[in-house]
């Protein structure tokens, strides 16, 4: 089993930054990934970001430029650093991990992350 606890989310003006943590607990496998994914009001979940532990990363088109993913290994804790945020990045972000190179096993709860004037 695994657990993971998020962290960061809140309200921001557009353009401004935040900053989401995601700390792991239980069993973790040795080639593992974290990451985030989003889902805004009437939309479908989508992809925003991952990194393996060995450092690859990805990201979603529509935030490439803007956010940056990064994970402390001694920790199990994912960042993502969201800047130049716009009123679209307006979601439920939420952490995930995987074992291997698979689907997501475990989720986090979810934080609001709100993008207004």
């Known amino acids: 089993q695994l657990q993971l606890v998020e962290s960061g989310g809140g309200l921001v003006q557009p353009g401004g930054s935040l900053r989401l943590s995601c700390a792991a607990s239980?069993?973790?496998?040795?080639?593992?990934?974290m990451g985030w994914y989003r889902r805004a009001p009437g939309k479908q979940r989508e992809f925003v970001a991952k990194?393996?532990?060995?450092?690859?990363?990805n990201y979603a088109d529509s935030v490439k430029g803007r956010f940056t993913i990064s994970r402390d290994n001694a920790k199990n804790t994912v960042y993502l650093q969201m800047n130049s945020l716009k009123p679209e990045d307006t979601a439920v972000y939420y952490c995930?991990?995987?074992?291997?190179?698979?689907?997501?096993?475990?989720w986090g709860q979810g934080t609001q992350v709100t993008v207004s004037s």
């Open positions: 990194i393996f532990n060995y450092g690859t990363t």
């Open positions: 995930y991990y995987s074992s291997g190179y698979s689907s997501p096993n475990y």
């Open positions: 239980g069993s973790i496998f040795s080639i593992n990934a």
